[in-house]
């Protein structure tokens, strides 16, 4: 049995609440967050803290879920591993590609403290198999991919938590905070990326630092064409979707489903996602799978789970697609 803690009780703890809960082998020791007022949000008989540090100590969970703002993932981690507790941290990994290649450093330099980072959208069905049949070969190489997500937030967004539209906060807008898995995904699938050029604009007048819509071209290093779109100024959240177009056959994951693009245009349903109920359902379903993966990984002191090092790759595109975005040149990732 291994006993979890969390540290902040921002809008993501529930779903790490819901999949501690669901795990038989996993007990919830203990919440932290700074703002008192959220005592009362905290399960049942379960302590609350308003210091971390605090809490690790007197506790001694095995593992913290840091669901905190972005510019405290990693200087907590660091600090809870310090303490001697193994870390499960929120995305992004970082909030740029420098304090990533720190974060990474950490890592390879505490070989006993287990980092996992959630990026839970590999472990859905679709990516899975989508994965699975483009490492096969059966369908040639990759030879494009686009990833497009056409969300909404409302001003109310940022006023509620300003530090989401600050750079010294949050480190970008609609990039990082909402489509940092579909530029991982991309990755993920594709592999490394050569080059890029893009465009990253303020389509909203909301008064933010950050961008609230991009748009991408990259380059493979397989020889491989890729487009990103991202935006969170749509009028409603619509489907994350994926392309992908091997040599021998096209595939599409929309709606949380794989399909595979027939010649004559017509869809065939390959498998479909777990959802997520209610009304985050576009936040995908697989972080109780990711969660429960790196609780067995700790079990069985093994390395299966998402690392910091493996995670880096979208914090590094991120920055290369500002740089690109404020130069108007093509930049080297």
Known sequence: ?????????????????????????????????TDE?????????????????????????????????????????????KLGAHVFCEKPMAMNAGEGAEFAAFEAAHPDIHIGICLQNRFNESVEMLKGLIDGGEYGKVTGIRGTVPW???????????????????????????????????????????????????????????????????????GARGMFLATIANYTNESVQISVQLEKASFLIMDNILYRIREDGGKEL????????????????????????????????????LHVHEALMSIRLIDAIQESGRTGNRVTV
Not at 55 to 65: C, G, N, Y
Not at 184 to 199: F, N, P, Q, R, T
Not at 284 to 293: E, V
């Open 152 to 222: 909404y937030r409302e001003k109310e967004y940022y006023e509620v938590q300003p530090w989401r539209g600050k750079w010294d906060t949050a480190g970008g807008g609609c990039m990082i905070n909402q489509a940092v898995h579909t530029l991982d995904l991309m990755y993920h699938l594709c592999g490394e990326i050569k080059d890029l050029k893009a465009s990253v604009a303020q389509l909203l007048d909301y008064g933010i630092e950050v961008e609230d819509t991009v748009a991408a071209a990259l380059s493979f290093a397989n």
């Open 1 to 33: 049995m291994k006993k979890a803690a969390i540290i902040g009780m921002g809008v993501i703890s529930s779903i790490h609440l819901a999949a501690i809960e669901s795990n038989p082998d996993i007990t919830l020791v203990a919440v932290c967050d």
């Open 37 to 81: 007022g959220r005592r009362s949000e905290a399960p049942a008989g379960v302590p609350f803290y308003t210091d971390y540090k605090t809490m690790i100590l007197e506790v001694r969970p095995d593992v913290v879920h840091i669901c905190l703002p972005h510019y405290l993932h990693v200087p907590v981690a660091m600090e809870a591993a």
């Open 270 to 305: 390959l498998c479909e996602d777990a959802k997520l109920p209610g009304t985050k359902f576009y936040y995908g379903a697989s972080h109780s799978k990711l969660i429960n993966l790196f609780y067995e990984a700790l079990e069985n002191n093994s390395q299966n789970y």
